[in-house]
C-alpha cells in the first residue's frame, strides 16, 4: 500500500461507495416491488370478485326464476377482462324465501393476469331480495 493512499483524503478513498451499496441493494428492492405487486393483484382480485357477486345477485334477483342462472352467471361475468375470466366462476342460489345469493371464485393471478394462478381462490358473496312483480 502507498503512502499516498493511506494519506488520501476521505472523500477519494469513498469514491464509488454509493454505487457499490446501490448494486448491492438492488436485489432486495426488486423483490420487494414484486411482493407489494402480488399483495395489489390479491386485493384487486377481492375488489373484482365481489363487485362480479354484487352484479350478479342484481341481475338475478330481476330475472325469471328459470332463467336466474344463466342471468346471474351472465352478470358477474359481463365486467371481467378474459384474463381474469378465465378462471373465474359464478354461481346463483336461493332459498325459496325470496332471498337470491351470488357467489363469485376467483383465482389469484402470480405477478400478471391470465397467466399462472395461486392453488387458492378468492371468494365474493352477495344477497339480495328478490323483486315483486
Known amino acids: ?16 461507495q454509493v454505487t457499490i451499496e446501490f448494486l448491492g441493494m438492488t436485489p432486495t428492492i426488486i423483490v420487494t416491488l414484486i411482493a407489494l405487486w402480488q399483495v395489489v393483484l390479491v386485493g384487486y382480485t377481492f375488489t373484482l370478485a365481489g363487485n362480479a357477486a ?15 342462472q344463466g342471468a346471474c352467471e351472465a352478470a358477474g361475468l359481463k365486467h371481467l377482462s378474459e384474463a381474469w375470466r378465465s378462471g373465474a366462476s359464478v354461481t ?5 324465501s325470496g332471498y337470491i345469493t351470488a357467489d363469485v371464485r376467483m383465482e389469484v393471478p402470480i405477478l400478471f393476469p391470465g397467466t399462472l394462478s395461486f392453488p ?14
Open 1 to 16: 500500500m502507498s503512502m499516498r493512499s493511506v494519506l488520501a483524503p476521505p472523500a477519494l478513498r469513498d469514491r464509488g
Open 120 to 133: 387458492f381462490a378468492v371468494r365474493g358473496h352477495a344477497g339480495a331480495v328478490e323483486e315483486a312483480d
Open 92 to 96: 346463483c342460489g336461493g332459498s325459496g
Open 54 to 68: 354484487d352484479e350478479a345477485v342484481r341481475q338475478a334477483t330481476a330475472a325469471e326464476p328459470g332463467a336466474r
